[in-house]
């Protein structure tokens, strides 16, 4: 696991570096289904990381936004990498500084190891299903907010006005950055208490960073309280959120104000 680590994180490093070179120079931009943009940027690491990857583990399998749908997903691996080249392409787009690279390895349907990198941020967390999370090497936690607290939330606007309709708990509003990984990675370093995850997020926007959140103290879950599975054809999932487990009763409760 040690030496998968190490393999992960020096791709995602040097992902972010091959991203870097794109990064605020206009790169060339296309539009997927559903409106979603991919540039050049996008496609270069996503190559780059599965060379690396894959090249140095032929075993596992391979599942990346990027991909094509027919591409062989390798389904009867054992292991397999679970990859955000660019998560957050829209901030990197505009020139933003809070996109990431994610990268997962993941074993049983669960994340055994997971790495995001933000070059433009200098951060770089990292983590094993054996290991405490770490940011830039320092061990990190979620926060432990007392239960007079004010919450510290990061919602999109959307959820943010239904909660506020509906007369829910009142909570600090933080922003929702465009990185759904980078989002759920500052819930792992403590530095929101909590998030909620609009339906349809794909198993690449959150497998690295459920780890993260899991070993730091917290949990990444749906309405029920289940932790995610991750399956090798890719999967999107319904309303997730995410805190410490100090706050996941208040963030449910909040949750339950949102349709699915």
Same mark, same amino acid.
């Given at each position: ?37 991919? =540039? #050049?940027?996008? +496609? %270069?690491?996503? !190559?780059?990381?599965?060379? /690396?990857?894959?090249? $140095?583990?032929?075993?596992? *399998? ?105 007369? =829910? #708990?009142?909570? +600090? %509003?933080?922003? !929702?950055?465009?990185?759904? /990984?980078?989002?759920? $990675?500052?819930?792992?370093? *403590? ?70």
């Amino acid at each position: 696991m040690r030496d998968d680590l190490e393999l992960v994180k020096t791709a995602a490093v040097e992902a972010g570096a091959v991203a870097m070179r794109f990064f605020r120079r206009d790169p060339a931009v296309w539009w997927k289904e559903g409106n979603s943009p991919v =540039s #050049e940027a996008d +496609i %270069a690491v996503d !190559a780059f990381l599965k060379d /690396a990857l894959v090249g $140095a583990r032929p075993s596992y *399998g391979w599942v990346s936004e990027e991909m094509e749908q027919a591409e062989d997903r390798k389904a009867e691996a054992d292991r397999f990498f679970v990859v955000d080249p660019i998560d957050g392409t829209r901030a990197f787009l505009r020139g933003e500084d809070t996109w990431c690279v994610s990268i997962a390895v993941i074993e049983q349907g669960r994340p055994v190891i997971g790495v995001i990198a933000a070059p433009a941020l200098g951060v770089v967390f990292e983590v094993t299903a054996e290991s405490i999370t770490r940011l830039n090497g320092a061990v990190c936690r979620v926060s432990r907010p007392g239960a007079d607290d004010r919450l510290r939330l990061a919602v999109p606007d959307g959820m943010r006005k239904r909660l506020d309709a509906a007369g =829910s #708990e009142p909570f +600090i %509003a933080e922003k !929702a950055v465009p990185s759904l /990984a980078y989002r759920l $990675a500052l819930v792992a370093s *403590g530095r929101l208490d909590g998030t909620l995850i609009r339906p349809r997020a794909n198993d690449w926007d959150i497998a690295a960073a459920d780890l993260l959140i899991e070993r730091a103290g917290g949990l990444l879950c749906d309405r029920g309280g289940a932790p995610g599975l991750y399956r090798s054809e890719g999967k999107r999932h319904g309303l997730l959120m995410a805190a410490s487990h100090d706050a996941m009763a208040r963030v449910r409760q909040l949750a339950r104000a949102i349709p699915d």
